[in-house]
């Protein structure tokens, strides 16, 4: 129990593009969802919390126009990277709550070209 | 702002030796501590957790001590294999943030055959 799926699990773009990054909770319902950034070789980094039905809550210094965040279902979060640029490239993962237990995906190597 | 400080970031140890990873933490609201283990490129699994109202919790070869006085908490593991190698992070949850965990620095637990 308590997986939790991501789509794509890596991606390639040109600088400019959007890339959009989904994040399914496969056998459970998720009212709440994080998006993490890491990279290489440190800790994650929280970039915000997604929540059902409401607006994202943004961490500290994380841009919310650029990173799009749609909870638009119990078990499905979308975060949208718009106008990538080379400095975004990094490991993106998200979790999602079950019984107070974050849960993780399997993470998103995007590189921005 | 919340804090978690983790040591050591690097840990080498034969195999069959045991392994000591601490952590502090600074908001004194946190009640949930749970330790995750990631390999290269995948995704953090959660190991063990803990959470405040107990002072140790152990699964096998792996064990959590708590201190909540001193705001500090322990991984152990006992009779390391080769396959214990990994990047082990401890987290410790945000006060009324919904689940919000911070993550500590990390620490890259080798075990040498």
């Known amino acids: 129990g308590a997986v939790v799926s991501q789509h794509p699990s890596w991606v390639i773009c040109k600088s400019g593009t959007s890339v959009k990054i989904e994040c399914r909770s496969l056998d459970f319902q998720a009212t709440t969802m994080f998006w993490y950034r890491q990279f290489p070789k440190q800790s994650l980094m929280l970039m915000a919390t997604?929540?059902?039905?409401?607006?994202?809550?943004?961490e500290q210094g994380v841009e919310k126009d650029k990173f799009l965040i749609n909870h638009a279902s119990l078990t499905l979060s979308t975060l949208t990277v718009t106008s990538a640029h080379p400095e975004d490239s990094s490991f993106y993962i998200c979790s999602a709550s079950y019984t107070d237990t974050q849960y993780f995906g399997p993470g998103t190597r995007l590189t921005v070209l | 702002g919340e804090n978690v400080e983790q040591h050591p970031s690097t840990l080498s140890v034969q195999e069959g030796d045991s392994a000591v990873i601490k952590c502090t933490y600074s908001d004194s609201a946190s009640n949930y501590f749970p330790w995750y283990k990631q390999e290269l490129g995948k995704r953090p699994q959660l190991i063990i957790d803990?959470?405040?109202?107990?002072g140790e919790k152990k699964d096998q070869r792996i064990a959590v001590t708590l201190n909540k006085t001193a705001k500090h908490f322990s991984l152990h593991i006992t009779e390391t294999q080769p396959e214990d190698s990994a990047v082990y992070f401890c987290a410790a949850s945000i006060g009324n943030q919904g689940g919000k965990l911070i993550f500590g620095q990390g620490t890259e637990l080798s075990v040498k055959p």
């Open positions: 997604s929540n059902e039905g409401s607006k994202a809550t943004y």
């Open positions: 803990i959470r405040s109202n107990v």
